[in-house]
């Protein structure tokens, strides 16, 4: 497996691999993998010639300076764990090499990010499409893996892909979950013992939003009432948004009808973690 810290020399490693007609499939992180990230590794794996795992933490989609500076890394450990996995390359750049000096280009979204996280977190999906774009650019993938925790990204990815003309199909897999339901996140270290156990409202809201559809509850505003008085039932926990909205516009319903997207973002403690779940 080979680690490649430089646009140019991934760049040389992409030519190579279409030259003999190697499909070529990404997987986007920002490092400290879990069981999740190991789970579209796998999915790549299975549909590729080629595995390609970024490792990049980008600062421009962080609008909290502190939440970037506490944000966990270990490259080293990454790499190992990528490397069981039989991924064939580690792209790792430095943020010199992503925004050298002079950068000031930024791929925006005008409709998909005016909700949900975008509402609350302004700025933040630019820094996704940016740095997005920039490795669909260097790295020429024939698919990319992302997860459904962050299912607005996915959206917002699908229509980058769709609007700019590129040929890379976006696989969006299942949010993997700890046994008790807590979708894994990078974040989840952070919380404290007393944290981790009131951080299972989360899940147990999307249990009830579905509970609710499955009885022909249709009225949104019920179940994010509902929902919310889960989330408000345990100490740590600050509610970001609860949202329901269509899983296609993500706009916000009223009513639902048809395929709709539960989704939250809960602060615990001071770790803010974000689910959802499809209603269908």
Known sequence: MEVITEINEMRAR???AKDRKRSIGLVPTMGVLHDGHISLIRSARKENDEVVVSIYLNPTQFDNNDDFDKYPRQLNKDIDVIRKENADVVFAPCTEEMYPEGFCTNVTD????DTMCGRVRPGHFNGVSTIVTKLFNIIQPDLAYFGQKDYQQSAI???????????????VCPT????????????????SPEERQDALCIHGSLLKAREMFASNIRDAKEI??????VIKDAEYTKIDYISIVNA????????????????????????RLIDNTILE
């Not at 005008?110 to 990010?113: A, K, M, P, Q, T």
């Open 157 to 171: 990815i699908k229509r980058l892909v769709t609007d700019m003309n590129m040929e890379i199909d976006i696989r």
């Open 110 to 113: 005008d409709r998909l990010s």
């Open 14 to 16: 992409v030519l190579s």
């Open 224 to 229: 994010i009432g509902e929902m919310t008085s």
């Open 248 to 271: 296609d516009t993500l706009e916000d319903l009223s009513l639902i009808n048809g395929k709709a997207l539960a989704a939250v973002a809960v602060w615990i403690g001071n770790t």
């Open 176 to 191: 993997v979950r700890e046994e008790d339901g807590l979708a894994l996140s990078s974040r989840n270290g952070r919380l």
